[in-house]
């Protein structure tokens, strides 16, 4: 059985350039066109293709953004708050921030300028 090495992340969307700028600077990444490269070849590929149809639900799938790895407690928010604050300014909405639970860490959901979910984690 052949093992899988790489994978791309496909997204649906209305304006396909847009949101791959947008997670270009959310993530550090190359824009190429309708798509996002890692420019250290780690990470996937994102892809944005256009869609008739407009989001209707939530999300069955989401990323994250790895901005708290390692910190706990006030620490941890407060880079999660910083991130947040970037990422707004690029036009991301903050939904509501979820304080650790004594199982998970806190973790900030927001919505990318389309309107899907993420959070930073």
Known sequence: ???????????????????AHFWSEVLG???QGSACVD?????PRLYFQRVPEGKVVKNRLH????VG?????AKRVAALEA?????VALGAVRQ??????GVNESCLVMQDIEGNEFCLD
């Open 1 to 19: 059985m052949a093992s899988v090495r790489t994978i791309q992340v496909t997204f649906d969307c209305a304006d396909p350039e847009r949101l």
């Open 96 to 101: 509501r921030l979820l304080l650790a639970d």
């Open 83 to 87: 991130e947040c604050t970037r990422l």
């Open 69 to 73: 790895t390692g910190l706990v407690g």
């Open 29 to 31: 990444y190359e824009q």
């Open 63 to 66: 990323v994250d953004v790895r």
């Open 39 to 43: 420019p250290s070849g780690v990470g």
